[in-house]
Nanobody, 115 residues
Framework: QVQLVESGGGLVQAGGSLRLSCAAS????????MGWYRQAPGKQRELVAV???????EFADSVKGRFTISRDIAKNTVILQMNSLRPEDTAVYYC?????????WGKGTLVTVSS
């Protein structure tokens, strides 16, 4: 059974940084795509960043230039580095993996950015 476990959320002031990690129970190369989504209170879940198996990355316009996504293949981990955080980045961040048409989700980690 595939498990994705997020860590690294917390409270940070605006302008600060956080590093989120998503540890997979198996090889992350078995996934076609892995990424991060977020859901703010009262809003729909939205894509933040994704990394494809070949290494290509995509970002939401709202985080371009501030967030990066990377993989540590040896540790089966996907990392979201978040810089220049804004209060509007406050949300629960979820790790997502897609494999053979199936999607897997972590339980989420809360990021709170204070003004």
């Amino acid at each position: 059974q595939v498990q994705l476990v997020e860590s690294g959320g917390g409270l940070v002031q605006a302008g600060g940084s956080l590093r989120l990690s998503c540890a997979a129970s198996g090889s992350i190369l078995s996934f076609n795509n892995m990424g991060w989504y977020r859901q703010a209170p009262g809003k729909q879940r939205e894509l933040v960043a994704v990394v494809e198996s070949g290494g290509n990355t995509e970002f939401a316009d709202s985080v371009k230039g501030r967030f990066t996504i990377s993989r540590d293949i040896a540790k089966n981990t996907v990392i979201l580095q978040m810089n220049s955080l804004r209060p509007e980045d406050t949300a629960v961040y979820y790790c997502n993996g897609e494999r053979r048409g199936l999607e897997f989700w972590g339980k989420g980690t809360l990021v709170t950015v204070s003004s």
